[in-house]
């Protein structure tokens, strides 16, 4: 373990992108409380933002503080840490879960103000694109303005929408888009939907320790086993804590996949045209890090994944002890290696 006294190294001969790091509009909390008190709430919402909005504890007031801040608070708390730059998106779950009407107009100010940010620190942000999937014609709109006009690097969806996965054909416009323009979609976590969450909510697992890597796997294999990147074969997905384990599963998924495809057992699962969800993994994904400060699964997903599609994340301000820097500054890793991880990496994939 990393001494807790201990401070980033300064110059380690690469630079510290975090990719992400997640912000929250003040109006956007304001919709969240008025969601938060209307009758029969999503539960998984509830439980999140009802804890993040709601909780005294230190941790959640933290978090809730430094979400909405864009400014000094996120510089000072970014140089404590050694991060000399952060991959910014809309935290879980967005847009996704409002309203159309009120979704659009939040993705649309989340992006001004993101943007704006952007601009007065070239050198410290760079945005993902809100978008509100539930009006697909309309996201693919906003993420254009955000890509072209504003300057944004990428697309950040927080998973499901309202129980919805982005498979569904009519999501189509928001994959065009971001494909067209180049960009990746990041596929953030949420809590699960309504019809998965109960067991998970009962014990109190619906959230990060648990239910978030769940259905947001899930999210990341349906796109690949109903063809879905097969439609869209230039897109890119990035997902995070250590790909949700998708990298440890990837021996069983390949060879039941196959098993499930050649058996014809399920409608949903037709052959692919790069057969394996390996490949899919290693060719359309990128994997981060974050809230996952363990070398040995940072080591594993690099051999099984590949080098090039491993990069850093810290999940500011959810999770972001300087502790974890420090630990993964001394992995034992090539030089060149560890560059691509908390650098290049990054550069390649959101193109900075
Ligand atoms: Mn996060």
Redesign the pocket.
């Known amino acids: 373990m990393a001494n807790p006294n201990s401070e980033p190294k300064r110059n380690p001969g690469y630079l510290r992108i975090a990719t992400?790091e997640?912000f929250a509009p003040p109006e956007m909390i304001r919709l969240y409380r008025e969601l938060l008190e209307s009758p029969d709430v999503d539960p998984g919402f509830r439980s999140l933002m009802g804890f993040y909005i709601g909780s005294q504890a230190e941790r959640p007031r933290f978090v809730f503080s430094r979400l909405q801040d864009l400014g000094e608070l996120r510089l000072a708390d970014m140089a404590a840490r050694g991060i000399d730059r952060q991959v910014i998106g809309i935290t879980a779950p967005g847009p996704s879960i409002l309203p159309k009407d009120k979704a659009l107009a939040l993705a649309a100010l989340a992006n001004d103000q993101l943007a704006e940010a952007c601009r007065k620190h070239p050198d410290k942000f760079t945005g993902m694109a809100a978008c509100a999937p539930q009006a697909p014609k309309e996201a693919a709109k906003e993420i254009e303005r955000a890509v072209t006009r504003l300057g944004m690097k990428a697309v950040i969806i927080n998973s499901h929408i309202q129980g919805e996965y982005l498979d569904n054909p009519k999501f189509a416009p928001v994959l065009e888009a971001a494909e067209a323009l180049g960009v990746p979609i990041y596929v953030?976590?949420n809590t699960p939907p309504r019809n998965m969450i109960g067991p998970m909510l009962e014990a109190g697992l619906d959230g990060a320790i648990f239910g978030f890597g769940v259905e947001t796997g899930l999210h990341a294999l349906r796109l690949i086993t109903s063809g879905t990147l097969d439609r869209f074969p230039k897109l890119q997905i990035i997902i995070?804590h250590m790909g949700e384990a998708l990298p440890f599963w990837l021996y069983r998924l390949d060879y039941m996949h196959q098993a499930g495809v050649r058996a014809a057992r399920y409608e949903f699962m037709k052959p692919l045209k790069k057969s394996t969800v390996s490949r899919y993994l290693r060719e359309n994904f990128y994997i981060t890090n974050?809230g996952v400060a363990w070398e040995p699964a940072i080591q594993f997903t690099q051999s099984v994944i590949g080098v090039d599609r491993v990069l850093y994340a810290m999940?500011y301000p959810?999770q972001c002890p300087v502790e974890e820097v420090v630990a993964l500054d001394a992995m034992d890793m090539p030089a060149e290696d560890k560059k691509k991880f908390f650098q290049t990496n990054a550069e390649k994939a959101f193109k900075l």
Do not use: F, V
């Open positions: 992400e997640a953030h976590p995070g974050s999940d959810y």
